[in-house]
């Protein structure tokens, strides 16, 4: 049996790496790990979503958990009904933007507090291979079934109202995922005018696959932006724990760009806290987060290490160029597609102004974006990079990776967690900067 476990969830073909056993195994060792008073467990729309939820909370129930099934939900939602309910643990069966042959399992601890390799994933993992579970207890958990969509919508309404919003033109592509059973109340009794797309929950993904990053993804949504004039277009994954969006014109936004925006509401509420982004995000979110009065920390990819980096340093916001944003509650983070999409239509309402207006002030920013290249040895790479270049730049950070950081330009490479790869993002101030820079790293990277 393969073992899909992957640096922040567990993702893979259902059938063969992701199976009804392996749920259930999963149900076990969670428990005898975490060991949990209550679980809340939920699932997306997939096909295979329900025979996995069931033999999950099999083995949650035979090792002793209460269960709380909140049924059809986003990963947002999960994120909330950890906190909402107080549970000790929280397990979602999704495979979120992956294609329809996918399914997976998504954790975490009390408070929304996510379970990645380095955070546990990996001890679940060898009780899962080792069979290595406790006994059974006599007497199953006790279960329960729970609808929560309207104590989160009211959640979801108390960072941004609706009727805070302005009547903006404003295409939405629910991807056929999460998503289409949560937007109609989340903008209700707003002014926006919404052209809704896929909104029907399908995991078959009939119009196209739940995830806006890709290019051939965002076809339809662009072309209905563009047809009808519409302000903003917004793209959301599967699960909706990230959002995408486009300007009038059709053009992507990047994820950097679209963070340094939300910081601005962020800061109106919050003025002088922390905001948190990747390594790959453009300078663009530094300086209008300093310029608003606000500090900045960067760190690490992935949700997982930036939450638990967030709590550690009491953020109040972060985010990465994928489109994970988070936000906090109480004394919890969690990332919303959801909240984004709500967050940043208050802040083009605020401003009086169109998404492609907004994102005038990023001109001056010259990204890269992800270069991948092959390599034999990253680490001997990383280090070569390294003694070449320490006498040049202003500083060198190792934060996930190498960040080589100078006035008019910085870079950073960093290893793949599952791959023989390299990757490359650089920005500079001017687009021949940025090339030249670009050239001279894939140089050295590709020799």
Known sequence: MAHPFKAYDVRGIYGTEVTEELAYKIGRAFVDYIKPKTVVVGMDMRQSSKPLLENLIKGLREAGADVINVGLISTDMLYFASVY?????????????????????????????????????????????ACSFSEPKKNLGGYKELNILDEFIKFMHSFVKPNELKPLSVVIDAGNGMGGMILPGL???????????????????????????????????????????????????????????????????????????????????????TIVYDVRCSRYVKDTVEKLGGK??????????????????????????????YYKYKNAYFDSGNLTALVLLKVLSDYNISLEQALEETKGYYISGEINSTVKDP??????????????????????GISLICKDWWANIRKSNTEPLLRLNCEAYSKQKMEEIRDQFLKIIRA
Not at 85 to 108: M, R, V, W
């Open 379 to 400: 680490d001997s790479k990383i280090k070569e990079i390294v003694t070449l270049y320490k006498d040049k730049v202003d500083s060198v950070m190792d934060i996930d």
């Open 85 to 129: 309910l107080g549970t000790d643990g929280a397990i979602q069966i999704t495979a979120s933007h992956n294609p329809k042959e996918y399914n997976g399992l998504k954790f975490t601890r009390a408070n929304a507090v996510p379970i990645g390799l380095e955070s546990g994933l990996s001890d679940i993992e060898k009780i899962v291979r």
């Open 296 to 325: 900045t920390r960067m760190w690490k990819v992935g949700h997982a290490y930036a939450k638990l980096f967030m709590k550690e340093i009491g953020a109040e916001f972060g985010g990465e160029v994928s489109g994970h944003y």
């Open 187 to 273: 903008f209700k009794g707003s002014p926006l005018k919404i052209t809704p797309m896929y909104y029907e929950l399908d995991g078959s993904f009939p119009n196209h696959e739940a995830n806006p990053l890709e290019e051939k993804n965002r076809r339809d949504l662009v072309a209905k932006v563009k047809e009808i004039g519409a302000d903003v277009g917004i793209g959301l994954d599967g699960d909706t724990d990230r959002a995408f969006f486009v300007d009038g014109k059709g053009n992507f936004c990047s994820g950097d760009f679209i963070l340094g925006l939300l910081a601005k509401e962020v800061l109106k509420k919050h003025p002088g806290s």
